[in-house]
């Protein structure tokens, strides 16, 4: 009877590639995976400690799983903690949570096999790797059905933003060969997957430390030559990497869809440079003026505010820029010190209470320009992905190429043409879009 595994995935979707190769990993090697916690002899948790709360959520799952260890009508033997916490924390991890049976660092995940054996054996495994070593390639067990995935074109980072602790925990910027990309979209597309959605620490990287210069555009094009996707979408791009090139790329190209999330992360010249951003305000309003030409274009970027020195002018400078650009979506964070960066020692810290209260601030200038863009919908047919349905609310839901999963909101519609099911392409018809949250109807 072949032992079960589950995996908890945590933190962001370059994290949910990592757990789905660990999937096909555990299930190429004879694992049966299963998605019931209580029937599993082993669970890996992939962890993310970007920010604190990501850590003390990494920390609340692996208590929660240490209690269900402890309980001996649940088949759990072994805690594996893998991804970021495990290579930040790694030192610590036995020491602070006995609780745990083995440690995969991010720089290792091609082992993560064999970490599950030797924790399942009681041996406590501690696997490292080499943080400079060409991306894993491995295949892929999809986590979802609802029509995209995610595509990791690379690893790593070499911007060494003063609040990032990334490049310490997946080491320098590496990118993945363009055919073996191109070959992973081609199998997801003969899967029925219609939206590819690009992602890596800062994708306009990409493609520079094989060639020496940007290969972005090149790739891009060749994904958009693969029959049967539909949608490509560009997440994390920093106004520095943003070229006239591929501004016009994304400009002609359909298959690409008019969305961008873009970090800028702040507005002010002296909190950028502290930030240790490449760029400076004027680059963000030219780059964003160039996107603006482009019809029907959508704009999300993250903020940061209460960096270390922020003043109350310079906040206001933010809040102006936002109340002048109008940007389609907008995630503001409270500053969070990570142990290690530069930032997290510089003088002028600002009270967590003074953050919380300007990230508010934005989020209340945002929700003026979500209801009205929102309120122009009505009327308009939109073409849909649909991901699934309500059984509660009993109606179906989808997104737009407006709406990026897990992080944009949904689009709620009944099937009066009989068209719906997850993961397929609708058109749907904006009846009503009250309170900013569109609902409509499908048609032929």
């Not at 002609?252 to 702040?266: A, C, F, G, R, T």
């Amino acid at each position: 009877m072949s032992q079960k595994i589950a995996i908890i995935s945590l933190g962001c979707p370059k994290n949910l590639v990592d757990s789905e190769q660990m999937v096909y990993s555990l299930q190429q090697a004879g694992y049966e995976m299963t998605t019931s916690i209580d029937l599993a002899d082993a669970v890996v948790v992939n962890t993310c400690c970007f920010i604190d709360a990501a850590k003390s959520e990494a920390i609340e799952n692996i208590l929660e799983l240490a209690r269900m260890k402890e309980d001996p009508s649940t088949a759990l033997r072994a805690i594996v903690v893998a991804g970021c916490m495990a290579q930040s924390c790694k030192e610590e991890i036995f020491a602070e949570l006995p609780e745990v049976d083995g440690v995969v660092c991010c720089s290792a995940l091609d082992r993560t096999v064999e970490a599950v054996r030797e924790a399942l054996e009681g041996k406590k495994p501690m696997i490292e790797g080499d943080l400079s070593a060409p991306p894993f390639e491995c295949g892929r067990t999809l986590s979802n059905a609802e029509g995209y995935a995610y595509v990791k074109i690379g690893e790593g980072c070499d911007n060494r933003c003063s609040y990032c602790v990334i490049p310490s925990l997946r080491g320098p910027s590496r990118s993945r060969p363009m055919e073996y990309i191109l070959s992973e979209c081609r199998d997801l597309a003969s899967k029925g997957i219609g939206e590819l959605i690009v992602v890596a620490q800062d994708i306009s990287k990409y493609g520079i430390d094989l060639t020496g210069k940007p290969q972005l555009v090149e790739l891009l094009r060749e994904m958009a030559k693969i029959e049967g996707v539909e949608w490509i979408r560009l997440h994390y791009i920093n106004p520095d990497g943003l070229s006239d090139e591929l501004i016009e790329l994304i400009a002609s190209e359909d298959k690409i869809v008019k969305y961008i999330d873009m970090p800028i992360q702040h507005i002010s010249g002296r909190i950028l440079a502290d930030m240790n951003r490449h760029y400076t305000p004027e680059d963000v309003k030219e780059k964003v003026a160039k996107l603006r030409r482009i019809e029907n274009m959508v704009i999300r970027t993250s903020l940061i505010v209460g960096f270390p020195g922020e003043t109350e002018e310079e906040f206001e400078e933010l809040c102006e820029f936002l109340r002048e650009a109008k940007l389609d979506k907008v995630g503001a964070f409270p500053y969070s010190p990570q142990e290690g960066t530069p930032a997290a020692e510089m003088e002028g810290q600002i009270d967590e209470e003074v953050k919380l209260e300007r990230a508010e601030r934005i989020e209340y200038i945002q929700e003026d320009v979500m209801y009205e863009r929102a309120s122009g919908l009505e009327g308009k047919t939109l073409r849909l992905m649909c991901e699934g349905f309500d059984r509660i609310a009993e109606i179906w839901y989808g997104r737009s190429y407006a709406e990026s999963p897990d992080i944009d909101g949904k689009i709620f519609f009944t099937d009066d043409a009989g068209v719906a099911a997850p993961g397929r392409f609708v058109n749907v018809v904006v009846d009503d879009a009250a309170d900013g949250e569109p609902i409509g109807h499908t048609v032929e």
